[in-house]
């Protein structure tokens, strides 16, 4: 017996296929996304390094899973519910990597020394 809130739907015997064009400007896309990111984290921004890097890699998620998974062609829902998911994770990853500088001074006293003193004998060892 079917449950009320579905529909019965037909699934067809092949999958939905992308044209090869439309991967391979995926495909580019997600390339020249990389090439900023390599780029950008060579420029110094300062905190903005954090968001932009985090919002390409959540653009290029979004493609990945937009495209390669077919969810472009699935139900707009399916969709709208991935990508609001990636911005949420990250916003939220964003927000904890923020919120790391203001206590990062306190993770270190300011008299403790540099290294370990295991480490500073094996570099004056190897020198």
């Not at 780029?39 to 921004?45: G, K, V």
Request: a neutral charge; one cysteine or more.
């Amino acid at each position: 017996m079917e449950h009320p809130a579905h529909k019965g739907e037909a699934h067809p015997a092949i999958g939905h296929l992308v044209p090869w064009t439309v991967l391979l400007a995926t495909c580019v896309a997600l390339i020249v996304l990389t090439w900023i990111t390599v780029t950008a984290a060579a420029i110094d921004l300062g905190r903005l390094n954090l968001w932009i890097a985090i919002a390409i890699a959540t653009i290029k998620a979004s493609l990945v899973c937009l495209y390669f998974m077919h969810l472009r062609y699935d139900r707009p829902f399916n969709a709208i519910v991935l990508v609001a998911a990636l911005v949420f994770l990250m916003l939220f990853i964003g927000l904890a990597m923020t919120d790391s500088v203001s206590y990062q001074s306190e993770l270190y006293p300011p008299d403790s020394p540099d290294y370990a003193p295991a480490i500073t004998s094996l570099r004056a060892r190897t020198g």
